[in-house]
């Protein structure tokens, strides 16, 4: 039988967490500039994304320009990309099966053990999402650490880890969390349905007289 309310703190953590993969796709603020060991400060603040790279002045004008060619990219965006954007996938059609199991929805009718199973089958889902994006961010955070730490990058090229990255690895936790939830919200048990052994009557014991 599934816990109702744990069923709905699932789905609105996992769906949460969704939506935090979609703003960090989207932000450009996936690295910033950095002003560590004695970077000289400027009027000028440099972060990129996936898509685009901008520069940020003093006086609060900000131009972006977007990547003119995904063949010269890095890999590393490019498989970040990939990931987040099957993240995205994966999460709305998890968002789409989880909303047709939940208790408080009027699919399937009365019967709970197929509800029950679509949910848990929407959390897999919503899990598979978080773990793509938990791996895209890990992988892009390596990538910015390796080059901040190594003597061999110019003391002015060097970047550190932006707000896409951090709403990138809240959004991962949040729908790991929520599809763990969903998963454990439903309880299988004989089928969702509890069997209780039949009652068998003593057969009487007939006695002739005679």
Request: with cysteine; charged share 10%; hydrophobic share 45%.
């Amino acid at each position: 039988m599934a816990n109702s309310g744990l069923q709905l703190l699932g789905f609105v953590l996992a769906f949460c967490g969704l939506i935090g993969i979609i703003t960090s796709t989207a932000l450009p603020q996936w690295k910033t500039s950095s002003y560590a060991d004695g970077n000289i400060l400027t009027a000028q603040a440099i972060y990129e994304g996936l898509w685009m790279s901008c520069a940020a002045q003093s006086t609060g004008q900000v131009q972006c320009k977007v990547y003119d060619s995904m063949l010269k990219l890095s890999s590393t965006i490019q498989a970040t990309r990939a990931l987040m954007i099957l993240g995205i996938l994966l999460g709305t059609l998890a968002s789409v099966v989880a909303s047709v199991g939940m208790k408080c929805t009027t699919c399937f009718g009365d019967d709970e053990v197929k509800k029950g199973k679509v949910a848990t089958i929407g959390g897999v889902i919503f899990i598979i999402s978080g773990l793509a994006v938990l791996v895209a961010t890990a992988w892009y955070g390596n990538n910015i650490a390796q080059e901040f730490y190594n003597p061999f990058t110019p003391t002015n090229s060097r970047f550190e880890f932006g707000q896409a990255l951090f709403i990138g690895w809240a959004a991962a936790a949040l729908s790991l969390l929520g599809g763990a939830f969903l998963c454990c919200s439903w309880t299988k048990s004989n089928g969702g349905r509890q069997a209780y052994p039949r009652s068998h009557s003593a057969p009487s014991a007939a006695k002739n007289y005679v």
